[in-house]
C-alpha cells in the first residue's frame, strides 16, 4: 500500500482535459515538493513536474501540476493518444525519511 | 548528454547478494544527490535508497534497512547498491535515478537492471 493515494486509473477522449490526484499527508506533500512522472509502458520513467508545478524543458505546456495542503494533482489538457502511460506522483516523507511515490494512475486515452 | 548506466543485475537465489553499479557522465555527479528506484514486474514505483552529493547522508526504505547499502565512488563517477539478504519480494528492476539539486525529484533515470531473486 502507498504512502501517496492515486485513483488506479483515468480516461478521457482526445482533445480533453483529465485531472490526476495525489493525497498524502503533512508528513509529506504537506511539507515538501510534489514531482509527477510519465511512464510509458516499456519505457523509463519521464520527469513531468517538479517542485508541485515547474516543467522541465521540452515537456509540453499541456502538463500542468499545483499543490494544496496534503494534496497535489497533475492536469493534462488536450488529450492526445500519445499521452496513454501511467502517471507516478512522488515526494519526500520526513517521518519515514524517504522518498514515496503514489501506486499508479492508468491513463487511458478513449 | 546525461547518461546512466546500471549494471550487475541477475539472478540470484533467496539469502544470496547482489551488487548493482550505476556508472554515470553528462553531468556534475559529484554535485549530485543520486537515488535507486525499483519497480516490480508490473507493478508500481517503489523508492529504494539516497546518497547525499558527498556521501555524508544516506536513507533506506523500511523494506531494505539493514540489508542494502548505498554508496558512491566520486572519483570514478560510480553510485553503487550492494544488497544482501535478497528476499523474492527484491524482484526488480532497479533505476538508478539522479535529483535535480535539492527538489526531491528525479531529472535523469537509467534503463534499469532486472535482479531476479528465486530459487
Known amino acids: 500500500q502507498s504512502v501517496l493515494t492515486q485513483p488506479p486509473s483515468v480516461s478521457a477522449a482526445p482533445g480533453q482535459k483529465v485531472t490526476i490526484s495525489c493525497s498524502g499527508s503533512?508528513?509529506?506533500?504537506?511539507?515538501?515538493?510534489v514531482s509527477w512522472y510519465q511512464q510509458v509502458p516499456g519505457t523509463v520513467p519521464k520527469l513531468l513536474i517538479y517542485?508541485?508545478?515547474k516543467r522541465p524543458s521540452g515537456i509540453p505546456d499541456r502538463f500542468s501540476g499545483s499543490k494544496s495542503g496534503t494534496s497535489a494533482t497533475l492536469d493534462i489538457t488536450g488529450l492526445q493518444t500519445g499521452d496513454e502511460a501511467d502517471y507516478y506522483c512522488?515526494?519526500?516523507?520526513?517521518?519515514?525519511?524517504?522518498?514515496?511515490f503514489g501506486g499508479g494512475t492508468k491513463l487511458t486515452v478513449l | 548528454q546525461v547518461q546512466l548506466v546500471e549494471s550487475g543485475g541477475g539472478v540470484v537465489q533467496p539469502g544470496g547478494a547482489l551488487r548493482l553499479s550505476c556508472a554515470a557522465s553528462?553531468?556534475?555527479?559529484?554535485?549530485?544527490?543520486m537515488h535507486w528506484v525499483r519497480q516490480p514486474p508490473g507493478r508500481g514505483l517503489e523508492w529504494v535508497a539516497f546518497?547525499?552529493?558527498?556521501?555524508?547522508?544516506?536513507h533506506y526504505a523500511d523494506p531494505v534497512k539493514g540489508r542494502f547499502i548505498i554508496s558512491r565512488d566520486n572519483s570514478k563517477n560510480t553510485l553503487y547498491l550492494q544488497m544482501n539478504n535478497l528476499r523474492a519480494e527484491d524482484t526488480a528492476l532497479y533505476y538508478c535515478a539522479k535529483e535535480l539539486y535539492d527538489s526531491g525529484s528525479y531529472d535523469y533515470w537509467g534503463r534499469g537492471d532486472l535482479v531476479t531473486v528465486s530459487s
Open positions: 512522488g515526494t519526500w516523507d520526513r517521518s519515514l525519511t524517504a522518498g514515496v
Open positions: 546518497i547525499r552529493f558527498d556521501g555524508s547522508d544516506k
Open positions: 517542485e508541485n508545478n
Open positions: 503533512t508528513s509529506n506533500i504537506g511539507n515538501h515538493y
Open positions: 553528462g553531468f556534475a555527479f559529484s554535485d549530485s544527490g
